[in-house]
């Protein structure tokens, strides 16, 4: 069988630091129209552990004139980065935050060199069986739903400003309106928030929320305490009426509800009840959809915008249930390997096929 070079292509364009003396796997070497090897390659298998060696497989011929030197084994080294948190102070309101990034933190570079005194020929082309360290450096991290908090370890895994994009995220969400109002009632009853706190936003926004809390030893006192001061109407009554309201619409088109007195009397315009609650819940039937409905006032979100904006981050992500925190992040390497066959005058050939190892 009459052994034949293959025509080179264009450089692939990786640029390598590396061990073998060669910045870049062909564009050194070789121009369009410039005989080289012929190679072709597999792996043992697409994983393999950090720290050991991966096992291979080449096959390369040369033209009769030419005479194989060595071959080698070139790889970059990528990385993925996942993390996740979600929210676990109230599971009234679904949220999580993630974040995935995939980048070459190597580029390729020779790992691997082997004499052609190492290959066999086996008729028709020359084979050669070897194996490719990797750093055990390389190795996956993994930190998922962990029992204490570690700042330095978060720091240093997930990105700059993801703490503070959460929670002005979750603070929002919480307060751009009602949306979500039984979640932000719940994060009221339980966290714990000191009457000193409530006395500055009234003091702040002109509002009167409860200074007088009980908390004790029994943190569940506290919830039932402030559980009870929240309170709105749920079933229809004339004793629950406290008064009314109405509607108009404004010039730019939006609705405008106009609360009025028990006793208001205007016969041009329809009323409909506003019942009993808590002095920040604005509790009324809502004709459009037949029920009773709540809300938080809006002279009194902004209060309670400040309140929930000084909870940490890692108090937004603990799950009480099971005592730890609802983070994730997970670090693993691939390996984007290419095998490459160098003759006697330099002439480098390299295989097409790009052979990825992930570690593990």
Same mark, same amino acid.
């Given at each position: 069988?009459?052994?034949?070079?293959?025509?080179?292509?264009?450089?692939?364009?990786?640029?390598?630091?590396?061990?073998?003396?060669?910045?870049?796997? &062909? %564009? %050194? @070497?070789?121009?369009?129209?410039?005989? @080289?090897?012929?190679?072709?390659?597999?792996?043992?298998?697409?994983?393999?552990?950090?720290?050991? !060696? *991966?096992?291979?497989?080449?096959?390369?011929?040369?033209?009769?004139?030419?005479?194989?030197?060595?071959?080698? @084994?070139?790889?970059?080294?990528?990385?993925?980065?996942?993390?996740?948190?979600?929210?676990?102070?109230?599971?009234?309101?679904?949220?999580?935050?993630?974040?995935?990034?995939?980048?070459?933190?190597?580029?390729?570079?020779?790992?691997?060199?082997?004499?052609?005194?190492?290959?066999?020929?086996?008729?028709?082309?020359?084979?050669?069986?070897?194996?490719?360290?990797?750093?055990?450096?390389?190795?996956?991290?993994?930190?998922?739903?962990?029992?204490?908090?570690?700042?330095?370890?978060?720091?240093?895994?997930?990105?700059?400003?993801?703490?503070?994009?959460?929670?002005?995220?979750?603070?929002?969400?919480?307060? =751009?309106? !009602?949306?979500?109002?039984?979640?932000? =009632?719940? &994060?009221?009853?339980?966290?714990?928030?000191?009457?000193?706190? *409530?006395?500055?936003?009234?003091?702040?926004?002109?509002?009167?929320?409860?200074?007088?809390?009980?908390?004790?030893? %029994?943190?569940?006192?506290?919830?039932?305490?402030?559980?009870?001061?929240? $309170?709105?109407?749920?079933?229809?009554?004339?004793?629950?009426?406290?008064?009314?309201?109405?509607?108009?619409?404004?010039?730019?088109?939006n609705t405008v509800i106009h609360e009025v007195p028990k006793d208001y009397v205007n016969p041009?315009?329809?009323?409909?009840?506003?019942?009993?609650?808590?002095?920040?819940?604005?509790?009324?039937? %809502?004709?459009?959809?037949?029920?009773? #409905? !709540?809300?938080?006032?809006?002279?009194?979100?902004?209060?309670?915008?400040?309140?929930?904006?000084? #909870?940490? $981050?890692?108090?937004?992500?603990?799950?009480?249930?099971?005592?730890?925190?609802?983070?994730?992040?997970? =670090?693993?390497?691939?390996?984007?390997?290419? *095998? =490459? &066959? &160098?003759?006697?005058?330099?002439?480098?050939?390299?295989?097409?096929?790009?052979?990825?190892?992930?570690?593990?």
């Amino acid at each position: 069988m009459k052994l034949q070079y293959k025509l080179s292509i264009l450089a692939l364009g990786l640029v390598a630091f590396t061990s073998c003396d060669i910045h870049d796997p &062909v %564009d %050194d @070497v070789a121009d369009p129209g410039q005989y @080289v090897p012929t190679c072709y390659w597999e792996v043992g298998s697409t994983t393999c552990k950090a720290g050991e !060696s *991966f096992s291979f497989q080449g096959k390369y011929y040369t033209e009769a004139e030419f005479t194989p030197d060595h071959s080698e @084994v070139w790889y970059s080294v990528l990385r993925e980065e996942n993390a996740s948190a979600g929210m676990k102070l109230t599971s009234l309101m679904a949220y999580t935050k993630t974040y995935s990034k995939t980048d070459t933190v190597r580029s390729s570079q020779c790992y691997a060199t082997f004499p052609h005194s190492l290959a066999e020929w086996d008729g028709y082309e020359y084979v050669i069986k070897g194996e490719v360290p990797t750093s055990s450096q390389l190795a996956p991290k993994v930190w998922n739903t962990p029992e204490t908090w570690d700042q330095a370890r978060f720091d240093g895994y997930f990105p700059a400003n993801f703490e503070e994009e959460f929670c002005a995220d979750v603070v929002n969400r919480l307060t =751009r309106d !009602s949306t979500y109002y039984s979640a932000l =009632r719940d &994060v009221y009853m339980k966290y714990p928030f000191p009457n000193s706190q *409530f006395a500055e936003v009234n003091a702040k926004y002109g509002v009167n929320l409860p200074t007088d809390i009980k908390y004790t030893e %029994d943190e569940q006192e506290a919830v039932t305490d402030k559980a009870n001061r929240w $309170f709105a109407t749920t079933e229809a009554s004339e004793e629950a009426i406290i008064g009314y309201y109405y509607k108009t619409v404004d010039a730019y088109g939006n609705t405008v509800i106009h609360e009025v007195p028990k006793d208001y009397v205007n016969p041009e315009v329809n009323l409909y009840p506003v019942y009993n609650a808590a002095e920040w819940v604005f509790c009324r039937y %809502d004709d459009d959809l037949g029920a009773i #409905i !709540s809300t938080v006032r809006a002279k009194y979100m902004p209060a309670f915008k400040d309140l929930v904006q000084t #909870i940490k $981050f890692e108090e937004w992500v603990y799950d009480s249930s099971n005592r730890n925190y609802n983070i994730a992040f997970d =670090r693993k390497y691939s390996l984007q390997s290419r *095998f =490459r &066959v &160098v003759d006697n005058r330099g002439n480098v050939g390299t295989a097409y096929d790009v052979r990825v190892i992930s570690l593990n």
